[in-house]
């Protein structure tokens, strides 16, 4: 059995290991400290920056508003108003869309351009002072004039997907604007240039924004329009006066041709009445001669009847009949030469017969 003397002087070389062990342990305990302290802050850094990714996977759709979710690019479904998840980026994106916002652009004027064209369209001298797009507003008519037109057209979208993935349109170009501008177009180029001008306005309206719905559908755009106007349209300021010399030839044209229809008017009526009352006048004529004719007859057949019956005695009293009626209105007094030498001319028989 040993005995260690404490106030012995130990071995110097022996303290000497002793303490290097000890300080050895004391940073090997350090180290296996710090090294846990730094997986924790690894795996703390990683578990955060994958909640953080997580939570921007939240986003609000606003109420006029509908999301079209991509999953890698490509169409996975749509988010309606309110709040949404999505994995977040650059999994899968939104694009959010305003499904009730009216959009209105308007063709002949350029961007900027429309309050000034309202204040001015009234003044003719004052329509080249306005910002417009000439390329885009002159079209030709169907009598093959020229004109002037400037309108609206107002859109939404109606179907966010379609709308998104069948149309594409480059910087500076618009689908529906380039439409609207071909449609009316078409409209125009079979409309005369009068018509266009005045009465036929709501029609072309009408039928150049079926043309447009018609041919957005057929492109599968998913918009909807909801309304097309005609602001102003006029002849170019370089024809004006000739349009004015054509249309005022064209008021006394169709001034002549009232003033004829009038003069026709009064003339026809009178030469019908006219017409009628000649007709009538021959028709009443006709009938009475057919009718002296056919009493005519039937006495000539009658006194044939009679001379059939009694011959001799018909025919002296045909004879004296006719004489009769012949000698009726003579002044003279003819008496039969078997009594004229007893007459006695003592009378003036022919101042009595003019008497009578």
């Known amino acids: 059995m040993s005995f260690d003397n404490p106030w012995k002087q130990p071995n110097k070389g022996a303290s000497q290991e002793r303490s290097e062990n000890i300080i050895s342990e004391i940073f090997k305990k350090r180290g296996e400290r710090k090294k846990n ?101 002159q079209m030709l008519t169907g009598d093959e004039n020229i004109m002037e037109m400037h309108f609206y057209f107002q859109w939404r979208i109606r179907d966010p997907k379609k709308y998104l993935f069948n149309i594409r349109d480059l910087p500076g170009e618009s689908t529906p604007r380039a439409g609207a501008e071909s449609a009316m177009r078409q409209v125009i180029g079979v409309t005369k240039l009068n018509e266009a001008l005045s009465e036929q306005r709501r029609g072309i309206e009408k039928d150049a924004m079926e043309l447009l719905q018609k041919m957005l559908d057929s492109y599968d755009a998913g918009i909807q329009i909801e309304n097309l106007g005609i602001l102003y349209s006029y002849v170019p300021l370089n024809v004006m006066d000739a349009y004015r010399d054509v249309q005022s030839a064209k008021a006394n044209k169709e001034e002549f041709i009232n003033q004829a229809y009038a003069y026709r008017n009064d003339l026809l009526p009178r030469t019908r009445g006219e017409a009628d009352a000649i007709v009538m006048k021959a028709e009443a004529y006709k009938a009475k001669v057919v009718e002296e004719a056919l009493g005519q007859a039937a006495r000539f057949e009658k006194i044939y009847n009679e001379y059939k019956k009694f011959g001799q005695v018909a025919m002296d009293r045909m004879y004296i009949d006719t004489m009769s009626l012949v000698f009726k209105d003579l002044s003279k007094v003819i008496i039969d030469k078997s009594v004229a030498s007893s007459a006695l001319p003592v009378l003036q028989l022919s101042d009595f017969m003019k008497k009578e």
Do not use: C, H, M
Not at 37 to 42: A, G, V
Not at 75 to 83: A, D, N, Q, T, V
């Open 37 to 137: 302290t730094e997986k924790f802050f690894i795996w703390f850094t990683i578990i955060a920056s994958l909640a953080l990714w997580l939570s921007t996977g939240f986003y609000i759709i606003n109420a006029d508003e509908q999301g079209v979710v991509l999953r890698l690019g490509r169409f996975e479904r749509i988010s309606e108003p309110g709040l949404n998840y999505k994995i977040p980026y650059p999994i899968e994106t939104v694009e959010k869309l305003s499904v009730t916002t009216i959009n209105k652009e308007v063709i002949g004027i350029r961007q900027g351009g429309t309050d000034s064209f309202l204040e001015k369209q009234q003044v003719a001298g004052k329509i080249s002072d306005v910002n417009l797009a000439r390329e885009e507003s």
